[in-house]
């Protein structure tokens, strides 16, 4: 589940209209939502608040075999305007599953952007401010991000801490997205990295398409699939990438490339994304394909080769989403997805999202969500399950890692998460 601050930062994304789906460093992020997902260890509580529209705070209080803890602070010149309360928070909002991706947006025009007093420009680049203190070993964290254009961002990340070589470290990442493709240039201070990556999406150039004013919402994202059937041949989206990094102070570098192919919210069928990504220096080959099976039920499975050792790992993973009530037909949906793929009948096309998709079910709604059950599974015995939803006004997360091949001590790790915001 994101915290409370990750959560505020996906409406700056989205009040911006930057889509953080559109980058190589997402591009294998379904799969990661439902086979990568990190399982709580010991008790954990959060308090958060969103005091104002443009500041935001959180106080974190945790216990595994001591008491730690830490505050968090963040400031937008942006406001935000996002339900805060956790009893009021979409579950899909906070909860990472399936991501059906939207159609790519034209980039909002430069004048847009422009605001005129007197003769004079007032106008003020978006910015977030971001700090983090983690007690007690005075570990802290900050971020900066400001949209430079509407087709550019610049993120700033700082990390000082004793238990670093040099007490810290800076990664400045300067990224690029206009629709059609993206790049992102990087520099970290530990040991002088420099990288570069980017992403290309085959297909129609979103910049050809209509001219759509920004608007001070989200909601202009819906605009080309909200109730339209996409134009023909633009039921998927096939994308592909690269990076390429070096290290000047350890003369070390590395690379790797990756594809993509997933529906879009036009397509006909049950929703699947499918990728492959490959590190040549390091000889790692992954593949992994998820699909949403039901309204409520996602699958994905990933399958890692390393043609230098021939070692192999698989794992499997699924969410299952609790309701609070059923329709009457469960099975409607299902039937509604075979007629459209086989042709049978006129379909309307799901809404998509404005910050980049969290799910087909966000199409449904949320109101009859009360929790999701992920599940995921090795070759080497190890299990992982965790649970997650919400309990009057308080959201939770609690799981557990199991080691079957352990007889003596099965259970790895188990823990609760708490959070409450207001």
């Not at 929703?271 to 996602?298: D, F, H, K």
Request: a positive charge.
């Amino acid at each position: 589940m994101l915290g409370f601050m990750d959560y505020v930062q996906q409406g700056f994304f989205s009040a911006s209209h930057w889509n953080p789906d559109n980058s190589y460093g997402s591009l294998t992020a379904t799969a990661r939502a439902l086979l990568d997902f990190p399982t709580p260890n010991g008790l954990r509580l959060n308090f958060s608040a969103l005091s104002s529209p443009n500041f935001a705070t959180s106080y974190t209080l945790g216990s595994i075999g001591e008491v730690d803890g830490s505050l968090s602070y963040l400031y937008t010149s942006l406001p935000i305007g996002l339900p805060s309360a956790s009893s009021k928070v979409p579950l899909r909002h906070v909860i990472r599953g399936y991501r059906q991706l939207r159609e790519l947006r034209r980039p909002d025009e430069p004048w847009w952007w422009e605001l005129w007093h007197g003769g004079r420009r007032i106008d003020r680049k978006d910015t977030l401010l971001y700090g983090r203190l983690y007690l007690p070993n005075s570990h802290l964290e900050a971020l900066y991000l400001r949209r430079i254009s509407p087709t550019t961002q610049l993120k700033v990340s700082c990390v000082s801490s004793s238990t670093l070589r040099s007490g810290g470290s800076v990664l400045l990442l300067l990224q690029r997205d206009v629709g059609k493709y993206s790049t992102e240039y990087l520099y970290s201070t530990d040991s002088a990295l420099l990288g570069v990556r980017g992403l290309y999406n085959f297909g129609p150039d979103p910049r050809h398409g209509p001219a759509i004013p920004s608007l001070a919402t989200s909601t202009e994202s819906k605009l080309l699939s909200d109730g339209n059937p996409a134009p023909p041949g633009r039921n998927g989206r096939f994308s592909a990438g690269a990076e390429v990094y070096y290290g000047l102070l350890n003369k070390s570098g590395g690379m790797s490339t990756g594809l993509r192919f997933t529906t879009l919210p036009s397509h006909g069928g049950f929703p699947y994304t499918m990728t492959l990504t490959l590190n040549p220096l390091m000889g790692n080959l992954s593949s992994t394909y998820a699909v949403q099976a039901g309204r409520s039920l996602a699958l994905c499975s990933q399958f890692d080769f390393n043609f230098y050792s021939y070692e192999s790992e698989l794992q499997l993973g699924m969410e299952l989403w609790r309701r609070r009530s059923l329709p009457v037909d469960d099975l409607q949906w299902v039937h509604q997805k075979l007629q459209a793929s086989e042709g049978w009948g006129v379909r309307k096309a799901l809404p998509a999202l404005g910050d980049g998709g969290r799910g087909v079910e966000d199409a449904y709604g949320d109101a009859d969500t009360a929790g999701v059950l992920k599940a995921r599974v090795n070759q080497e015995g190890g299990v992982a399950l965790l649970w997650e939803g919400r309990i009057k006004e308080l959201l939770y997360t609690c799981g557990v890692n199991i080691d079957v091949k352990r007889r003596e001590q099965i259970f790895r790790g188990v823990g609760l998460e708490i959070q409450y915001s207001s």
